[in-house]
């Protein structure tokens, strides 16, 4: 079972509705991330939360807006998403934000995104 | 910036074939970290192995083992005698951390591996 933990597994929308993803993990990690990853393509980093702080953004659309209310917490917020959104999102956390960069990330189970 | 790359997409062994998935990687970083995820049907990636750009010594987990050599910019992996439960996509990743601020990890495209019964 993984550490880190992503509900809801499954997600059905339309393109007008407002969901959140949520991700939880125990393990006192105080780096959280969301990933992007498309079938057959590798994951592709969305946002970084360090220390409960959005560190990096990789030029997201606002339609995803990411909320990191504590640190074992990390929602990713949804709105008017387009049919192209639909995809596997992928929580991570590491122990240390990037001071001892070879802690490694570990992963939920992810959240599967269909947009209608 | 930097790069990974995996060449092979797709593999296909017999069960106890050895199998060996390339990665090739790009960093004008002296500090970086390589990883290996395998990610299983499932969708989780699971977390196999780290190493950090100093340190080039193979390392051997079971059936897994790991060839990391700087001169040729590559951290390659070979499964011992593969079983039909490694079938999954293996990834390879780098990190260039920056303090405070967490990992970039850059992902290779993915090896899907295939061990037939």
């Known amino acids: 079972d993984t550490e880190v933990t992503q509900t809801p597994k499954h997600l059905v929308m339309g393109m007008t509705n407002k969901k959140s993803l949520k991700c939880e993990q125990h393990?006192?990690?105080?780096?959280m991330y969301w990933y992007k990853q498309k079938a057959k393509k590798p994951p592709e980093l969305m946002f970084v939360?360090?220390?409960?702080?959005?560190?990096i953004n990789e030029s997201v659309p606002s339609r995803f807006s990411p909320e990191c209310p504590n640190s074992s917490l990390l929602n990713l917020h949804l709105h008017a998403l387009q049919p192209e959104d639909s995809a596997l999102y992928l929580c991570a956390s590491s122990q240390e934000p990037g001071g001892l960069g070879n802690q490694p990330q570990h992963f939920g189970d992810g959240t599967r995104l269909s947009i209608l | 910036a930097q790069k990974v790359t995996q060449a092979q997409t797709e593999i296909s062994v017999v069960e106890k074939e050895d199998v060996t998935l390339d990665c090739v990687y790009e960093t004008r970083d002296t500090t970086y970290y390589l990883f290996w995820y395998k990610q299983p049907p499932s969708g989780e990636l699971v977390f196999l192995i780290r190493r950090n750009s100093f340190d080039e010594q193979n390392e051997i987990s079971g059936r897994y083992s790991w060839n990391f050599q700087k001169s040729t910019s590559s951290f390659n992996f070979t499964i011992t005698a593969s079983q039909v439960v490694d079938s999954a996509v293996y990834f390879c990743a780098l990190s260039v951390s920056k303090s405070g601020y967490g990992q970039n990890f850059v992902f290779g495209p993915g090896t899907r591996l295939s061990v037939l019964p």
């Open positions: 393990m006192g990690h105080r780096a």
């Open positions: 939360y360090s220390y409960e702080k959005l560190s």
